[in-house]
């Protein structure tokens, strides 16, 4: 039997949540809401991830806070071969030119497939959805959340999970890919900036074992270094596989809630499996 060290047991009984939004995407709450919240979750270590924006961090006094770690962090869209894919940098430097330089070229691209979104909408009957939609991102990143949302407003849909299956989910009128930078770029902007890039969570793409391994494959030749095995409340099963495939793939582990908003369904900060002890854990090289 193995005992734990004192040092080793207040190692196990930190809890990192290395991915979570606010409402410069998203997100529900003010970055300093959240950080509220994670403390009373318990969180020592957060990441901050918003869709394609690093602006939450212009609204952070990092140094100051000695009661909480907060990670600098990003979620970048990306597709690969037509498939909507997500990596997050985690712990890079926040003055980084490529990854300010990766920031503006996607947030043009999120303007753009908006522009394309309320026109499919338009084309199906429901009138200047773009208003609505950048009325309610208050200007701050635009994505589907923000249309489905508008959707709900006009009494379209009765609610967002409705709003993605009818309109803005795969394969439907407002599912537009195209525009995001490619998954090498993507990596190249985090590496550049000394960030980690890490595979967000893996199994969300519903993709089979075969083409999962491929992405995987894809996404560490291009010098992707970690894989999300912990995802909010995913079955442990799920994560017992992950975890199989990222000491496989001799990948770095991560954890994070993928925090949205206070409710059921999305997991509560700080709220989920531990990183099976068979991985080495994405900060043990930070
Ligand atoms: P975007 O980045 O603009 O393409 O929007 C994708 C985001 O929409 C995801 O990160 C989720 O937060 C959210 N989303 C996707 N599907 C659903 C759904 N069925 N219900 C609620 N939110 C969703
Ligand atoms: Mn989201
Ligand atoms: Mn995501
Ligand atoms: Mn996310």
Redesign the pocket.
Known sequence: MTTLTSLEKIYDSMIYDLHSHTNFS?GMLTPSELIVRAKKMGVSTLAITD?DTISAFKHIKIQNDHSINIVPGIEF?TSWKKI?IHILGLNFKLNSTALKEGVRFQEKARSQRAIMISEKLDDIGFKRSLDGALRLAKNENI???HF?QHLVNIGAVDN??QA?RKYL?VGKPGDIKSFWASLPQIIKWIKEAEGTAVLAHPKKYKLTRTKLKHLIDDFILAGGQGLEVVSGNQNPETTKDLAKLCIEKKLLASCGSDF?KPGETWAELGNFAKIPSSCIPVWDCW
């Open positions: 998203d869709h869209s909507n994505g589907r959340p489905a967002i999970d993605f989910g949205h």
